[in-house]
């Protein structure tokens, strides 16, 4: 079992950015592929972005591409989300997700086994 706890959210200007941090804490990070999601006001939870149990390979929705970098490090149990050129639709909860079973990256939100509380990201034209 892991615990999950993200931090980094806040308000800012569109065009601005924010690095999220998601840090885990039980059994071994590096036995865990890794997701981001987002819920925005109104809307249903989605997929931002994902990365491998090695860190090696990385996934992102269309929206974000080009915008945002998922990383982590093993060795801090901390996965990390750097959002860049950030506009009013980035606004939303940003929830990160542990998955014991795949290598990854998991796009799919029901395959992920444990979830953060979430931390809200907003944007502001």
């Known amino acids: 079992q892991v615990q999950l706890v993200e931090s980094g959210g806040g308000s800012v200007q569109a065009g601005g950015s924010l690095r999220l941090a998601c840090a885990a804490s039980?059994?071994?990070?590096?036995?865990?592929?890794m997701g981001w999601f987002r819920r925005a006001p109104g809307k249903e939870r989605e997929f931002v972005a994902a990365?491998?149990?090695?860190?090696?390979?990385?996934y992102y929705a269309d929206s974000v591409k080009g915008r945002f970098t998922v990383s982590r490090d093993n060795a801090k149990n901390t996965v990390i989300l750097q959002m860049n050129s950030l506009k009013p639709e980035d606004t939303a909860i940003y929830y990160c997700?542990?998955?014991?079973?795949?290598?990854?990256?998991?796009?799919?939100?029901?395959?992920?086994?444990?979830w953060g509380q979430g931390t809200r990201v907003t944007v502001s034209s």
């Open positions: 039980g059994r071994t990070f590096s036995y865990y592929s």
């Open positions: 990365v491998s149990r090695s860190g090696e390979r990385t």
């Open positions: 997700a542990a998955d014991q079973n795949a290598p990854g990256p998991v796009i799919a939100s029901r395959l992920y086994d444990y």
